[in-house]
């Protein structure tokens, strides 16, 4: 026998194409990690969209079958209509069981507690190897100033003499603490592709994990899963990723500097401030990324422990109108939590979540109708709730 459970497509590393110092490594794991979000919420409202469609075939499949009864249809009939309820109250059972909710949702929460701590660390790193890189092309730079300004000369009873000799001797200052700073810029980046290789390794348990809880969770009575399957067939497999680019903005040309004396001065002494500023914003960007506290990943993982179900005061809405404001305070679950309609949105009705309240405000030209909100918390393991809304 098969599983209906749909397999979640785990991450897949991408191909290490930067060298170290260069950066991006950590970032493109981090983009898997949120993939692997994006597909197990993908799961979460195909099920329930599922459990919601097999809800209403169930009912009119069994008010077919009642009304076939009453006017004497037959056997085949009847047998028929009451088949396709049972099958497809079965299926929507089998889709979207409240241990597999509860499983998703987990994962989801362990994607997310692998992603939260380390985005700012990826950032500084960003930051580091973007300053690094600018530093690195100014150094290159100010070493052909200094080549092309070493070129001429100069006799020591020149006027030029001694400030050529201080342009030179400013600029050699500046050579090796800046070699030094990218060193350190390298160093401090070495450790990225074994923290994304972590990440990227941790992110495919959590789903390998999540599949098989799922897995174990759906029961598998096989005429239901192959209806329910070639119903509802299984998402494509992983999408393409935006990747980022490895476009370098300060990769510029400058102009050789000109043969004359001043021209080449004025290069050197511009190339000299450059390395200057480059350097101080690489060490500052070293000072930033030392700050930040990469916290550990390792307790990032599927628990299914127990957490209090959603709940709302009032849990009855009264009749909206124009000019009504309603304010609903929910608890339970995880926070935050957020609110939607289900179906079709009522225009003269507005909508806004706020920390654990839902504001609802009638508007003017409000149409009588029922519509239905959906509140949900951070994908924790707790079923959604339902309410209707009457406006009047």
């Keep these: 026998m098969t599983s209906c459970t749909s397999m979640i497509p785990p991450p897949i590393p991408p191909s290490r194409d930067a060298s170290v110092g260069q950066g991006g490594s950590l970032y493109k794991a981090l983009l898997l990690v949120r993939e692997a979000k994006k597909n197990i919420y993908e799961e979460l409202e195909k099920r329930n969209t599922m459990g919601n469609e097999a809800s209403v075939v169930t009912f009119l499949a069994m008010a077919g079958a009642a009304g076939a009864t009453a006017y004497g249809a037959n056997t085949e009939l009847i047998l028929g209509l009451a088949g396709t309820g049972g099958l497809a109250y079965s299926a929507g059972n089998l889709l979207t069981p409240s241990q597999v909710m509860a499983v998703y949702r987990s994962g989801y929460s362990a994607l997310q507690c692998l992603e939260l701590p380390t985005v700012g660390y990826a950032t500084a790193l960003s930051q580091l190897a973007e300053s690094r890189r ?44 800046s070699q030094q700073a990218i060193t350190q810029a390298d160093v401090a980046a070495s450790n990225e592709a074994i923290l994304a290789e972590t990440i990227i390794a941790t992110a495919t348990q959590i789903v390998n994990d999540v599949n098989n809880m799922a897995a174990a969770a759906t029961p598998t009575l096989q005429m239901v899963m192959t209806a329910a399957q070639s119903t509802f067939p299984d998402p494509q497999g992983p999408r393409s990723l935006y990747t980022e680019s490895t476009i370098n903005p300060n990769d ?104 654990a309240d839902i504001l609802l405000l009638g508007r003017t030209g409000i149409v009588a109708g029922e519509a239905v909100l959906l509140i949900d918390d951070t994908l924790a393991a707790t079923e959604p709730l339902k309410l209707t809304v009457t406006m009047k």
């Design 134 to 177: 600018t530093l690195n092309n100014y150094l290159i730079d100010h070493q052909k100033a200094m080549a092309a300004l070493e070129s001429i000369s100069l006799d020591k009873s020149s006027l030029h003499w001694d400030t050529k000799a201080e342009a030179l001797s400013k600029g050699w200052a500046e050579i090796v603490p």
């Design 252 to 355: 510029r040309q400058k102009e050789e500097p000109n043969p004359d004396l001043k021209t080449k001065l004025a290069t050197v002494l511009i190339s000299t401030a450059d390395i200057q500023g480059a350097r101080t914003m690489v060490e500052q960007k070293l000072v930033d990324l030392a700050k930040v506290e990469l916290k550990k990943i390792d307790g990032c993982n599927v628990s299914l422990a127990e957490v209090k179900p959603l709940s709302i005061l009032p849990d009855t809405i009264p009749p909206i109108s124009s000019g009504t404001h309603v304010r609903l305070r929910v608890s339970g679950g995880q926070e935050s939590y957020s609110a939607k309609w289900i179906g079709t949105a009522p225009a003269s009705v507005s909508l806004d979540v706020v920390g």
